[in-house]
């Protein structure tokens, strides 16, 4: 049996291989090459050599003013998605919990903005959001009055972090509904009906008995789309590239001005970032 | 009493499931009908929802490759998301029978490690593969995609085919050793046909995420004839052919095929998603 597990053990090597070579050429290499570039001037040209320059990218990034406006930026965007998608998820997976006609092509139809096309759903917020003819003005400034004239949403660096909040929002919460409601399902009605007999009203048992259950997936859901929306990309930029989040300031840097070198250095500090909230995260409140 | 109470709980949860409903579907719905709009109504005030005189002229328009290239894009989105797609697929189902059936030391180490996948996202990857693919002389080539699409997606492929394959019952498998099979006969005539939907669901899954997938493409490509279509349709938007019903035909036209095949496989994209291994 000693030769059976011996060609076991290396079959087993030959089939991972090709995804130990895809992850360790196409990730890990790269993330190692990228802290090689934070620390050389890149040449434009990727064909000529660079020149070592040390930390020095680091001590511009760092002083930059302009680094420490996306900073912020970044961190407005992160926390209220964060907050906003998570609760929206919890609040609408509570609301269905129950049996209802239709309940399934609910459920299908809360999906779609999760799995529509980043792209076309920019395009149909874009026209939402448009200053001149666009329904979101049309309701909040002449039909509701809440604002004192028409908001350009897209363009205006100041009130397009709204739009590219709110669209973020729209996209991401059926993620967390999804994962919530799942758990839910999975809480035994007993609890329920121990704690009626015992004449608990419905927050007292939502506080009391969902919200204990529903800890760890809330946890895992919080710390994920934290990550994830430190790092998004596309959602912001497709909508509107007047929010520069510390992805799009990057990507500027790297791909319009051709500072190379810079940009890599601040997708160092990007990662040292939300590498740093993981520890913290897992340490501190999820109590790992 | 308990009837009327039960009346206004039923009333209340009516009016949020409208609120709720209302808040995703309002985007679909203002792209659906702009995309029927003759231009001036368009931009008219008060805005609409439903065209008064709706046209097909924006699907013609989208459609006809004189005015408009989105059948090129439509094809280099197809080419890129299935090789992408397939690629992936055949090295997540020998790496995810290599973890869940397969024992050597070392295993436990790399199972974790691909999770790393997670750590880092595109933005942090975007800088250094473009120097790759240009030193490798494949800038502005449809590989160049192809090759960083696949390991975006291999995680949750893994993770999804090894859950699956941990459900074909082992005795199976043995069986078919006793009676000569080798292992590879094993998973190609036993595991593959048994695990077909994991199969067809992970291929769909990863070619969604390489069909929206806009970041390295903007980076990767530069010809017009090379694009695919979140690229394609981002840079059209600024230029001449900013006419909004046509941009919403064409958003329309791109994310139907995503939606159909997300809702051929939701039920085992939702228990995959549900039991904890996903990426964006």
């Not at chain 2, 494949?138 to 492929?157: A, C, E, G, K, W």
């Not at chain 2, 993770?159 to 080798?182: H, K, Q, V, W």
């Amino acid at each position: 049996m000693k030769i059976k597990t011996d060609q076991e053990a290396k079959l087993g090597y030959w089939l991972i291989l090709p995804t130990v070579l895809a992850i360790g050429g196409l990730i890990l290499y790269p993330v190692i090459y990228n802290l090689w570039l934070s620390l050389h001037k890149v040449n434009m040209n990727p064909n000529l050599p660079n020149t070592f320059i040390g930390l020095q990218h680091f001590v511009e990034v760092l002083t930059d003013i302009d680094f420490w406006t996306s900073f912020k930026t970044s961190l407005i965007f992160t926390s209220t998605t964060v907050v906003g998608t998570t609760l929206l998820g919890l609040g609408v997976a509570v609301l269905l919990n129950r049996k209802f006609p239709g309940r399934s092509i609910v459920r299908g139809i809360i999906l779609l903005p999760y799995v529509t096309p980043v792209i076309s759903a920019a395009f149909g917020w874009k026209y939402l959001f448009n200053p001149v003819f666009g329904m979101f003005n049309y309701v909040v400034v002449d039909v509701l009055s809440l604002m004192p004239q028409h908001i350009n949403w897209i363009e205006s660096p100041r009130y397009a972090i709204f739009a590219v909040i709110i669209f973020n929002i729209w996209r991401n919460f059926p993620f967390a509904f999804l994962m919530i409601l799942a758990e839910l399902q999975s809480i035994s009605g007993t609890l329920y009906e121990a704690a009626e007999v015992d004449g608990a009203t419905g927050w007292q048992k939502f506080k009391h008995i969902t919200l204990p259950e529903l800890k760890f997936v809330i946890g895992a859901l919080v710390i994920l789309r934290t990550i994830w929306n430190f790092y998004k990309f596309s959602e912001v930029y497709l909508l509107s590239s007047s929010v520069e989040v510390l992805p799009v300031y990057i990507y500027e840097k790297a791909f319009a001005t051709y500072n190379f070198g810079e940009a890599a250095a601040i997708s160092v500090i990007l990662f040292a970032f939300v590498l740093g909230f993981i520890l913290y995260y897992v340490r501190k409140v999820l109590e790992w | 009493m308990v009837g009327k109470k039960s009346l206004k709980n039923k009333i209340i949860f009516y009016v949020l499931l409208m609120l709720v409903l209302a808040f995703v579907l309002i985007p679909f719905i203002t792209m659906i009908g702009s995309s029927f709009k003759p231009d001036q109504e368009q931009t008219a005030l008060p805005p609409k929802f439903i065209p008064n005189n709706p046209t097909l002229k924006h699907y013609k328009g989208v459609l006809n490759p004189e005015i408009f290239p989105f059948l090129v894009y439509f094809k280099n989105s197809l080419i890129v998301a299935f090789l992408s797609a397939g690629i992936g697929v055949v090295i997540s189902i020998f790496g995810s029978y290599s973890f869940a059936r397969l024992e050597y030391s070392g295993r436990s180490i790399i199972q974790r490690g691909v999770l790393i996948v997670y750590m880092f996202g595109g933005v942090l990857l975007v800088i250094p593969l473009f120097q790759m693919i240009s030193k490798m002389g494949l800038f502005d080539t449809r590989t160049s995609l192809v090759i960083t699409y696949i390991v975006q997606t291999l995680p949750v492929s893994l993770y999804m085919l090894g859950n699956y394959f941990r459900t074909i019952p082992e005795s199976i498998e043995e069986a078919a050793i006793i009676d000569g099979c080798s292992r590879l006969e094993v998973i190609y005539r036993i595991v593959l046909p048994l695990s077909a939907p994991a199969i067809v669901s992970v291929f769909i899954y990863a070619f969604m995420i390489a069909w929206n997938e806009y970041l390295f493409a903007s980076v990767f490509i530069n010809s017009s004839s090379l694009r695919t279509l979140p690229l394609g349709l981002n840079q059209l938007f600024y230029t001449q052919h900013y006419i909004w019903g046509r941009m919403m035909a064409a958003s329309i036209l791109t994310a139907v095929p995503v939606i159909i095949l997300f809702l051929s496989i939701e039920r085992f994209i939702t228990s995959g998603l549900t039991f904890g291994g996903v990426k964006e």
